[in-house]
Nanobody, 129 residues
Framework: QVQLVESGGGLVQAGGSLRLSCAASGRTFSGYVLGWFRQAPGKEREFVAAIRWSGGSTYYADSVKGRFTISRDNAKNTLYLQMPSLKPEDTAVYYC??????????????????????WGQGTQVTVFS
C-alpha cells in the first residue's frame, strides 16, 4: 500500500524559505512521477511541480518556475520541494502525490491532478508579510 507522508511546512515571513519533504513507501517508484500540489483557502488545488522518479525530468508550474526546486533521493525514497523567496500568495496546504507514468501514461500531462492515484495528508505553509 502506497503511503506518502509530508513534512516541513510551517509559518515563515515573506522572503524566507522552507523545504518540504515527502516520505514515500509501499512500492518501488520507478516508472512513476511524484509531484507537489497546493490548495489555498477558497481556491482550487493547483499543480506546483513534478519529477520523474527514474531519470529525474522535472516539470514546474509557471508561478513557481525559477523559484522552487523539486528533487528526490531515490535511496531514501523521499521527495523534496525547496521553496526560497516565499511570498504570501504561496500560502496553502501542500500535498505530495504519486502516479504511474510508464508506457502510454508517459505521454500525458504530469500536471493533471486527477491522474494521480496516491496522495499524502498535506502540510500547511503560511507566509506572512
Amino acid at each position: 500500500q502506497v503511503q506518502l507522508v509530508e513534512s516541513g511546512g510551517g509559518l515563515v515571513q515573506a522572503g524566507g524559505s522552507l523545504r518540504l519533504s515527502c516520505a514515500a513507501s509501499g512500492r518501488t517508484f520507478s516508472g512513476y512521477v511524484l509531484g507537489w500540489f497546493r490548495q489555498a483557502p477558497g481556491k482550487e488545488r493547483e499543480f506546483v511541480a513534478a519529477i520523474r522518479w527514474s531519470g529525474g525530468s522535472t516539470y514546474y508550474a509557471d508561478s513557481v518556475k525559477g523559484r522552487f526546486t523539486i528533487s528526490r533521493d531515490n535511496a531514501k525514497n523521499t521527495l523534496y520541494l525547496q521553496m526560497p523567496s516565499l511570498k504570501p500568495e504561496d500560502t496553502a496546504v501542500y500535498y505530495c502525490a504519486a502516479r504511474d507514468y510508464s508506457g502510454s501514461y508517459s505521454y500525458t500531462d504530469p500536471s493533471l491532478g486527477y491522474q494521480y492515484g496516491y496522495w499524502g495528508q498535506g502540510t500547511q505553509v503560511t507566509v506572512f508579510s
